[in-house]
């Protein structure tokens, strides 16, 4: 029995790594839409929950984080790299801001804000590191021509609004993430009161055997669309073609050096964390999350609201974790 951590504190790292290694795929079978919306948010309420649990030692929360990374590697092997990007940067950002400021409703609200904004931002980082800034260039020369097929105003970057809006979104969804978790610990109190002892009902997750050959085909789709939209503007093809040329050299480099290289830090960080006798308590409990989840959706059953659902059963998971239904 690992004797510097509390149940407590096993059970919410053991909530965490099942959010980041196994919780969307299930959800998914359950059908839930926007998936990875709602799990990176989870993910933060866990860890604003594990700042007041490591108040009195918050580089406990690093541990955590690289005890999380081990087990994403283990479980998904095949996960891309900047989902291990986004996990770092979550428990490190957590560590720096309840570290030194403490835990409070400023500092949840901030957190939570800046986590997920940086989760949005990712997505247009990694689509520029690949494409290079052509491909905001193309899709703004491609919605300019639509503008002018209906006489419209064509002083208008639609790449710009887009990522203002799209990452507007995270950040607005991280403020009230944050406001509703700084409350939530005497919530769940209240809640875990009334909960059942949740028996484990395995539920089946297909497996997205085309998952990669689609991202092959997203590739080069976007690829043809920056090539005939250029060729469309410009009346030749020299742009599309060191679009092409510089994409092909990126994914090399990524894909035949960093990407080993990463992994093999991500192996050795792995096996370190495994001799620990932490890493076998927060797998055990892992594991009852993930046979229980389902037999959780089914308990919250009862509210009608799609939204309001998807909350109460976040909420429920983290009920069970900070005060397990057999204990209270």
Same mark, same amino acid.
């Given at each position: 029995?690992?004797k /510097?951590?509390?149940?407590?504190q096993?059970? @919410?790292?053991?909530l965490?790594?099942?959010c980041?290694?196994?919780?969307?795929g299930?959800?998914?079978?359950?059908? @839930?839409p926007?998936?990875?919306?709602?799990?990176?948010?989870? #993910?933060?309420?866990?860890?604003?929950?594990? #700042?007041? /649990?490591f108040?009195?030692?918050?580089?406990?929360? $690093?541990?955590?984080?690289?005890?999380?990374?081990?087990?994403?590697f283990?479980v998904s092997? /095949? #996960?891309?790299?900047?989902?291990?990007?986004a996990?770092?940067?979550?428990?490190?950002?957590?560590?720096?801001?309840?570290?030194?400021?403490?835990? !409070?409703l400023?500092?949840?609200?901030?957190?939570? %804000?800046?986590?997920l904004?940086? +989760? #949005?931002?990712?997505?247009f980082l990694?689509?520029?590191?690949?494409?290079?800034?052509?491909?905001?260039?193309?899709?703004?020369?491609f919605?300019i021509?639509?503008?002018?097929?209906?006489?419209l +105003?064509q002083?208008f970057? *639609?790449?710009?609004?887009?990522?203002?809006?799209?990452?507007?979104?995270? *950040?607005?969804?991280?403020l009230?993430?944050?406001?509703?978790?700084?409350?939530?610990?005497?919530?769940?109190?209240?809640?875990?009161s009334?909960l059942?002892? *949740?028996?484990?009902n395995?539920?089946?997750?297909?497996?997205?055997?085309k998952k990669?050959?689609?991202?092959? &085909? %997203?590739?080069?789709?976007?690829?043809? *669309?920056?090539g005939?939209?250029?060729? &469309?503007?410009?009346?030749?093809?020299h742009?599309? @073609?060191?679009?092409?040329?510089?994409?092909?050299?990126?994914?090399?480099v990524? @894909?035949?050096?960093?990407?080993?290289l990463?992994?093999?830090?991500?192996q050795?960080?792995?096996k370190?964390?495994? %001799?620990?006798?932490?890493?076998?308590l927060?797998?055990?409990?892992?594991?009852?999350?993930?046979?229980?989840?389902?037999?959780?959706? /089914?308990? +919250?059953?009862?509210?009608? !609201?799609?939204?309001?659902?998807?909350w109460?059963?976040m909420?429920l $998971?983290l009920?069970i %974790?900070?005060?397990?239904?057999?204990? !209270?």
């Amino acid at each position: 029995m690992d004797k /510097q951590h509390t149940k407590e504190q096993i059970n @919410l790292i053991a909530l965490w790594a099942f959010c980041e290694s196994g919780l969307g795929g299930i959800l998914h079978a359950i059908k @839930l839409p926007f998936t990875g919306f709602f799990v990176g948010g989870f #993910a933060c309420i866990i860890l604003m929950l594990l #700042a007041e /649990q490591f108040k009195h030692k918050p580089y406990q929360i $690093l541990k955590a984080t690289l005890l999380v990374m081990s087990i994403k590697f283990m479980v998904s092997p /095949q #996960a891309p790299l900047p989902a291990y990007i986004a996990v770092a940067f979550q428990g490190l950002f957590a560590w720096l801001v309840f570290g030194v400021f403490g835990r !409070n409703l400023l500092t949840c609200m901030l957190y939570a %804000s800046i986590a997920l904004l940086e +989760s #949005a931002l990712q997505k247009f980082l990694l689509a520029t590191l690949i494409y290079g800034k052509s491909i905001w260039e193309a899709l703004d020369l491609f919605v300019i021509g639509l503008l002018k097929d209906f006489n419209l +105003s064509q002083n208008f970057s *639609f790449s710009y609004w887009l990522i203002i809006i799209y990452a507007s979104i995270y *950040f607005l969804w991280g403020l009230f993430l944050g406001y509703k978790s700084y409350f939530l610990p005497q919530k769940l109190l209240k809640l875990a009161s009334i909960l059942p002892r *949740f028996e484990p009902n395995p539920v089946a997750v297909n497996k997205k055997t085309k998952k990669l050959s689609l991202k092959w &085909l %997203s590739l080069l789709l976007t690829l043809v *669309f920056i090539g005939i939209t250029f060729w &469309l503007s410009e009346g030749t093809l020299h742009k599309g @073609l060191y679009v092409f040329t510089r994409t092909l050299v990126v994914i090399f480099v990524l @894909l035949f050096i960093v990407n080993p290289l990463l992994r093999m830090l991500l192996q050795k960080i792995s096996k370190k964390m495994a %001799s620990e006798s932490l890493f076998a308590l927060v797998n055990k409990q892992m594991q009852y999350f993930t046979e229980s989840v389902q037999s959780v959706w /089914q308990f +919250s059953g009862g509210r009608k !609201n799609r939204i309001g659902r998807v909350w109460y059963f976040m909420e429920l $998971l983290l009920a069970i %974790s900070l005060y397990p239904p057999d204990e !209270n």
